[in-house]
């Protein structure tokens, strides 16, 4: 395409958001003095930038980089991994036929499942509407408070009380805590309850800079899962999602 053909203002926006995703805070003037532009011309295109979550301006007048530029790289990201699962659940559930297994994801302080397989429809990804699962009760739900970061965590508490979704599985908070605890030490989660339907196990999935990004969860019916059967599902979902899980450097 020939240089004329290119919009001028959007290069320039270009150019100033590379300058601030290589600097940690920059004045107008120092955008001015970097790019050749006018105060004037600068400014307008960092308040339409701003006005986008491209940019925004601390206390002290600098500019850093907004959070659209990282939530767009965060949905690639998604879409990278959702397509990485699809090919990841159909392999264990060739592994280990009766398995029922989901991807979930933290949204709007709700653990919801974006992708599941189950022996019901073999072979089959199935991508449920709005499916929550509870965060005292489930494999995926545990697994979100045991290995995402602690603001992640108090938002997933402070959206389900306690008192209204753990108190009745729990003895008390003490005994959720040390239970979280215990598996972040293992690496995983395995549900605890007794007279299960369902035993559940989940392992975490992280991002490339180590941030906890979703949980691969599995379960087998409790009447024909032996302690055998138990942990080579563990083991098959912490190597999956150790797969899944993008390489920190």
């Given at each position: 395409m020939p240089g004329s053909d290119l919009?001028?203002?959007?290069?320039?926006?270009?150019?100033?958001?590379?300058h601030l995703a290589g600097s940690d805070g920059i004045r107008l003037q120092e955008f001015s003095e970097a790019t050749g532009l006018k105060p004037p011309t600068v400014h307008n295109l960092l308040r339409t930038l701003a006005a986008r979550g491209y940019a925004n301006q601390d206390d002290s007048g600098r500019w850093r980089l907004g959070d659209?530029?990282?939530?767009?790289?965060?949905?690639?990201?998604?879409?990278d991994l959702l397509v990485k699962a699809r090919s990841v659940l159909l392999g264990i559930a060739d592994d280990?036929?009766?398995?029922?297994?989901?991807?979930?994801?933290v949204v709007e302080n709700h653990v919801v499942v974006q992708m599941r397989a189950s022996p019901d429809?073999?072979?089959?990804i199935q991508q449920p509407r709005r499916q929550v699962l509870p965060p005292y009760g489930s494999a995926g739900g545990l697994a979100c408070l045991a290995f995402s970061d602690h603001s992640t965590a108090t938002r997933i508490r402070e959206a389900h009380p306690f008192e209204e979704g753990g108190s009745a599985l729990w003895r008390d908070r003490a005994s959720l805590d040390a239970y979280l605890q215990r598996s972040r030490a293992a690496g995983s989660i395995t549900t605890p309850?007794?007279?299960?339907?369902l035993i559940r196990v989940a392992a975490p999935v992280y991002g490339a800079g180590g941030q906890f990004r979703a949980t691969l969860g599995a379960a087998l019916p409790a009447r024909t899962c032996s302690d055998d059967d138990l942990e080579r599902l563990r083991e098959r979902v912490c190597i999956a999602a150790e797969k899944l899980s993008e390489d920190p450097t």
């Open positions: 919009v001028q203002s959007v290069l320039r926006a270009c150019d100033l958001l590379e659209t530029p990282r939530s767009l790289a965060d949905r690639d990201h998604d879409r280990i036929p009766n398995s029922i297994l989901n991807l979930a994801e429809r073999p072979q089959a309850f007794p007279n299960q339907e």
